[in-house]
């Protein structure tokens, strides 16, 4: 089934504990995109760059076949900049640097080919931006997700509400569900998100896991996969949402044991992409190393039942 994917591409720059990038190319689309392209053969990529964003970085998404009839070259401009220094526990990070350049004018134009898609995944972006595209869809996917960050919190927090309230699945990190909700508890949290209009909830906590809460208080935490070396967590929230959306848009099934398997597959992506800076690693994996992620992950969180 087909995923329309809405977000930034970017130039970032990254300094871990260990070590430190000079420009190199990311974006919440490109990772979303690029994981979710394991899973789903029809990926529809909405986005803009500037005249200075690589052609072979592009070339890349269309060989994992990905459509790119969405992304807006604006050949005058300069494309969006992020900067950020992670601290020694590889978790918490400081933004350093924003430029917003093309990203501050983005008007997501939606090709007429990339109308009726089954999935959307919208990725953090200002809240109106990602409303327009919602309204730009003229029938509505079967699934809307999106990712948001405290900055629309603080700043249009009115916007933010109604579009959460458009939308069927809301993914946020642990500190971001506590500041939308006001509530310490995460199952507070949860319960006082879900009330703002999405059905499904995806609470992100980074190498801790992720707790996806649905209909009739029900929860699933999956953990993520403790990794020998994390090089680089930019874009692993991304890789998670991209390999989620993508496993659901191949298996086409909203039982809440599938979205279980979707949390796993999207924990299995992200693994991958924190190993490498930027999307080095995420650009070439294949199905057998991906399979044997999701296995390890379904291991290590399974029990036997100490009852029987
Ligand atoms: P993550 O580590 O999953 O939170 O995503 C990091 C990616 O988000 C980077 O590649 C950035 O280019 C992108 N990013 C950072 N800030 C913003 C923003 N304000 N709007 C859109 N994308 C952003």
Sequence with gaps: MSLLVVGSMAFDAIETPFSKTDKIVGGAATYISLAASYFTNDVRLVAVVGGDFPTESVSDLQQRGISTDGLQIKADEKSFFWSGRYHNDMNSRDTLVTELNVLGSFDPLIPDSYQGVRYAMLGNLQPSVQQSVIERLRERPTLIAMDTMNFWMTTTPQELASTIGMIDLLMLNDEEARQLSGQYSLIRAARHIRQMGPRYLIIK????????FGDNDEVFFA???PLEEVFDPTGAGD???GGFMGYLAQTDDLSFANLKRAVIAGS???????EKFGTEQLA???????LSRMKELIRLAHVPNPIA
């Excluded at 906590?205 to 996806?212: C, I, R, S």
């Excluded at 070439?284 to 991906?290: G, K, P």
């Design 239 to 241: 890789t998670f949402a």
């Design 223 to 225: 953990p993520a996969l």
């Design 205 to 212: 906590k980074g190498e801790h896991g992720a707790l996806l």
């Design 284 to 290: 070439q994996l294949d199905e057998t190393q991906i």
């Design 268 to 274: 299995a992506l992200a693994s991958f992409c924190v």
